[in-house]
């Protein structure tokens, strides 16, 4: 049984703007849902609902579990440890476009939502500017999370049925800064956690294109476009080629493709270096 992360609450002060940025610069698909703004990645209904919020920050992620009996056995193995876990009402069942589904909160009371049932859209996904993203069974992309404790959010998840991919840890200055990736189904990571500073809670999005080109073109179209992006790069443990790129919201998308899978027997690793070469800051 596996889990991928489904969709992600974003709450941001101009839902304008981060609209045109998602589907101008980076290609993906505007779709209206009543008045929540949703951007989709393929032939689901949505993958990001853009909320009204001054937060400019994420305000929940959903996982789609295997079906029915996957997702009853992970709210009891939940309960079990002591975990709340409550059920999504007929609002936002609706809301979300998915069959069934609880909620509960991370160590730092990140909101996740566990679902099953995440409908396809009534007409299919369609966008000018690229060939399409990877999605399906490795989910949307990942999400990089600021935290509090790794060690306690690593266990916390680890109870959530995520597994330790690797870590990096490198050093910033006179401090090192150690990242632990974790998967949940064959994506390298769909979920990255470190210390790090600032206020947010979300620190980036990854999104992974089908094709190389489409990277580069979206790159293109983000300078063009006026937004601040940084060097194109590769990623030691996932083998990721990307670029960041800052969003209208204050927290980065990571826009790549080349993305390592998980297969067989898997070691955690460790790394010390963010990037092989390259994602030099934007200045």
Not at 24 to 39: Q, T
Not at 101 to 120: I, Q, S, T, W
Not at 148 to 160: H, N, P
Not at 213 to 241: F, S, T, W
Request: aromatic share 8%; hydrophobic share 40%; with cysteine.
């Amino acid at each position: 049984m596996s889990l991928r992360l489904a969709y992600c609450g974003l709450g941001v002060s101009d839902v304008e703007v981060w609209t045109r940025f998602g589907s101008k610069a980076l290609g993906m698909m505007a779709d209206d849902h009543g008045p929540l703004r949703r951007l989709r990645l393929d032939e689901k209904g949505w993958r990001f609902a853009l909320h009204e919020d001054p937060a400019d920050d994420i305000l929940y992620a959903g996982f789609e579990c295997d079906g029915l009996t996957d997702l009853s056995a992970r709210r009891d193995a939940l309960a079990s440890e002591g975990i709340q876990c409550t059920s999504l009402n007929e609002a936002e069942l609706s809301e979300r476009e998915v069959d069934a589904g609880f909620f509960l909160a991370d160590p730092d009371g990140m909101r996740l939502e566990l679902v099953v049932g995440h409908k396809n859209g009534s007409v299919p996904f369609h966008s000018d500017l690229t060939s399409g993203f990877v999605t399906g069974e490795q989910g949307l992309g990942h999400i990089v999370l600021s935290i509090t404790d790794l060690e306690a959010s690593i266990a916390f998840y680890q109870k959530l049925g995520f597994a330790l991919s690797d870590f990096i840890t490198q050093q910033m200055g006179p401090a090192a800064l150690r990242i632990a990736f974790m998967h949940c189904n064959e994506r390298h990571h769909s979920l990255a956690m470190a210390a790090l500073p600032g206020d947010k809670r979300l620190n980036h999005i990854m999104i992974e294109c089908e094709q190389v080109d489409d990277v580069l073109l979206a790159y293109r179209r983000c300078l063009e476009q006026g937004y601040k992006a940084g060097a194109i790069g590769r990623h030691p443990n996932d083998e990721m080629l990307s670029f960041y790129a800052k969003t209208p919201a204050g927290f980065d998308v990571e826009c790549g493709w080349g993305g390592m899978r998980i297969c067989g027997d898997w070691s955690v690793k460790e790394y010390d270096r963010i990037s092989i070469w390259g994602h030099e800051p934007a200045e």
